[in-house]
């Protein structure tokens, strides 16, 4: 199967200064989401393979443009998501995110050994997406525990899926909750 696409959206947001402090480096923060028709719109199958098995190009696709959106900085985070139409289920976002997808995405992004954080819905176009972020390389990294807000105007439509991945170039502007720093994380990929 080939998915059946609508369009493609990049979002960039460049954080400068929080809570009247200049940042030394800005913050770069992207989504790119990929609008694309539901198969299964408005009837119950049991089998979503059809969603997962081509999956692992969505996950490459989508996080070689996130990447390329934070210029040259390296990913620190991510996350994915998505959203299908009034005419679908959240099921058939998480068949598109699943393992096959978040492989590919890891390798687009440059490694990765935690797990990705993710936020699925069904929702009307122009709802926005909470898309979760977290360290891509230990999970437990609280200054990286963030979010990126994402929405389309005119998507998704009944029969569409919206699916997306979001990306940082570094921590939550001023972090200072503690916890275990990104520089000190080793092993697994959770600490």
């Known amino acids: 199967m080939?998915?059946?696409?609508?369009?493609?959206?990049?979002?960039?947001?460049?954080?400068?200064?929080?809570?009247?402090q200049r940042l030394?480096?800005?913050?770069?923060k992207a989504a790119v989401g990929v609008v694309i028709a539901n198969p299964f719109a408005g009837r119950f199958v049991d089998d979503l393979a059809q969603l997962t098995e081509p999956s692992a190009w969505l996950g490459t696709a989508l996080g070689s443009r996130a990447?390329?959106?934070?210029?040259?900085?390296?990913?620190?985070?991510y996350g994915k998501g998505g959203m299908a139409g009034t005419d679908g289920e959240q099921e058939h976002v998480v068949a598109c995110i699943t393992t096959v997808f978040g492989d590919a995405l890891r390798q687009a992004v440059g490694g990765g050994a935690a797990w990705i954080s993710s936020a699925t819905k069904i929702g009307a176009p122009g709802i926005a997406l909470d898309i979760p972020l977290a360290h891509k390389d230990a999970l437990y990294v609280r200054s990286h525990y963030?979010?990126?807000?994402?929405?389309?105007?005119?998507?998704p439509l009944p029969g569409e899926l919206l699916i997306a991945v979001a990306v940082s170039?570094?921590?939550?502007?001023?972090?200072?909750?503690?916890?275990?720093?990104?520089e000190d994380a080793i092993g697994d990929g959770l600490r």
């Open 146 to 155: 963030d979010a990126v807000t994402f929405g389309i105007a005119d998507a």
């Open 2 to 20: 080939e998915y059946s696409i609508r369009k493609w959206i990049t979002q960039i947001e460049t954080v400068e200064s929080v809570a009247g």
């Open 169 to 182: 170039s570094g921590p939550r502007p001023l972090d200072r909750v503690g916890g275990l720093r990104a």
């Open 24 to 28: 030394q480096t800005p913050l770069v």
């Open 67 to 77: 990447a390329a959106a934070l210029g040259g900085m390296p990913v620190q985070s």
